[in-house]
């Protein structure tokens, strides 16, 4: 059984499992994973952590009857304690393309996911565990640990982004692994599962949250997942990072720009009286919004050309209705001593039940309410435009024409279809080209003879004829790729 270390160490959660799960002593070279097989195990991670726990009282919220820990941030200023090393357990699953962590003790977040083809990771990745002036009101003390973490009964987070949950693990004849995430069973109202699935061949993560009301009357709450994101390498931004959603008004939540509307007011996307917001080099103070009047679907994502990298969230709008965008700023940017010590930066997408952080989701009592996502790591393909369960499209124009490239969530092979707009409204085949592509290579092609501004739509189909993406350039997100 592995122990914690430091002062005010918690005791260390091991996930349980229905099988085997090996302990890795960290910093072991394990054997490169052959194509088609997955693997689960534990290890650990030492990381610098503040002593929070010194700064901790317990509270309690009657109305989900759920336990928190408040944070005294006025001591905790005034007497500046030192951070001490410790370790934490880390459980991960990896197959040939993703190698995903998760912290159990600090709020059975998702920690990292590493694209293994290029050794590129997608989430932001706190160096230090300390805790910042944010959260609910009522606790603060938020850890910006990074990662992708799991936020309710309330709004800012929630109040488990720092306890332990409970994981149980698993493994299917076919090679799959995956953990289940949740809450504890200690008498609270809302109870919290999140299944994380890793398949064999696959380059994307499923999550399938489900969520609980046991008490025996209806039950008005928030849930809101968390997603930290730097992609590509060192926890860096580049002012090129993009915002990329197929909204086209967002509402404001909070902001610290005066040239943005205010509180609940809307403003359009991704221009607002010319000014590109997709592009975070054009922010000035921090920004939170919400798309509106609901998440449109299917996917939202970042893409930072600098890095050559982004990250990709699938999602089912119809239920998930909230969909919600926050960045620290870029010219008068929030500084990051509040949450780290080593000058790194993030930018957030938030996904919810709810539309914005207004309006609570209710659930009966005794009902549940469940969904289905994934999220994979692009990279390859200069910028991203468009993307579904199948990949990541980027048109971008080009010397000699248009450039095309996809990344895809799978190897395949199959076609790639141009098709003329026409005046009458049908399509008319320009070209059919040939693709192979996979997420260690992704497909990249310029078309010659297309003109950047032609209006045509592509379609990728695989070896069967089956579509796996379509999009027609006319959309305002092309008309936008490459431009600064």
């Known amino acids: 059984m592995l122990t914690a270390s430091g002062q005010g160490a918690a005791p260390l959660v091991a996930p349980q499992s229905s099988g085997i799960v090996a302990e890795v002593e960290p910093g ?24 929070i726990e010194a700064y901790q009282s317990a509270a309690f919220d009657p109305v989900y009857r759920w336990p928190y820990l408040r944070f005294d941030r006025e001591r905790f200023q005034m007497e500046a304690p030192p951070a001490e090393v410790r370790r934490y357990q880390l459980l991960v699953l990896e197959n040939e393309y993703l190698e995903v962590s998760i912290l159990p003790e600090l709020g059975g977040r998702i920690w990292q996911v590493r694209h293994k083809p290029t050794g590129d990771t997608m989430f932001y990745q706190n160096s230090v565990v300390k805790p910042s002036p944010w959260g609910p009101a009522n606790q603060l003390g938020w850890l910006a640990v990074g990662g992708l973490e799991w936020a309710l009964p309330v709004n800012e987070h929630g109040y488990d982004w720092g306890t332990p949950w409970t994981v149980t693990t698993f493994q299917e004849q076919d090679g799959t692994v995956g953990a289940a995430i949740a809450t504890p ?44 994101l730097a992609p590509g390498p060192g926890n860096h931004l580049s002012a090129d990072l993009r915002f990329v959603s197929p909204s086209r008004i967002m509402s404001i939540h909070s902001t610290g720009d005066t040239m943005l509307p205010g509180p609940g007011r809307l403003f359009t996307w991704p221009r607002y009286f010319g000014r590109d917001l997709s592009r975070l080099g054009n922010w000035d103070r921090y920004v939170g919004f919400f798309e509106y ?7 939202v994502g970042v893409y930072d050309p600098a890095q050559d990298a982004g990250a990709v969230r699938i999602f089912p709008a119809q239920i998930a ?18 949450f780290t010590d080593d000058g790194s930066a993030y930018v957030e997408l938030h996904g919810g039940l709810s539309p914005t952080f207004d309006e ?11 969904w289905q ?9 200069g910028d991203m435009v468009y993307a579904n369960e199948n990949g990541a499209l980027n048109l971008a124009r080009a010397a000699q024409g248009l450039r095309v490239a996809f ?38 092609r310029e078309l010659d003879g297309v003109a950047p501004d032609a209006a045509v739509t592509l379609r990728l189909v695989d070896g069967t004829g089956k579509i796996l993406l379509e999009y027609a350039s006319g959309d305002e997100m092309y008309v936008q790729a490459g431009a600064r």
């Open 28 to 51: 072991s070279d394990l054997p490169p994973l052959p194509p088609g097989e997955s693997r689960i195990y534990a290890t650990q991670v030492a990381l610098p952590t503040y002593p």
């Open 185 to 228: 069973n200690d008498g609270r109202l809302l109870a919290a599962e999140i299944v994380v699935t890793l398949h064999p061949r696959r380059a994307y993560l499923t999550l399938a949250p489900t969520i609980h009301n046991l008490a025996d009357h209806a039950l008005d709450f928030h849930f809101w997942q968390t997603a930290m």
């Open 293 to 299: 009047p609901t998440a449109h679907g299917p996917f």
């Open 321 to 338: 209705q909230g969909s919600k965008v926050f960045g620290l700023g870029w010219r008068h940017a929030i500084g990051s001593e509040d």
């Open 360 to 370: 609570p989701y209710t659930l009966a009592g005794g009902a549940s309410v469940h």
């Open 373 to 381: 996502e994934s999220w994979y790591p692009v990279q390859g393909i």
């Open 407 to 444: 990344y895809p969530t799978q190897s395949l092979t199959g076609s790639l279809l141009v098709l003329a707009q026409g005046s009458s409204g049908e399509d008319h085949l320009m070209a059919e080209l040939p693709l192979r592509a996979s997420p260690a290579t992704p497909f990249v």
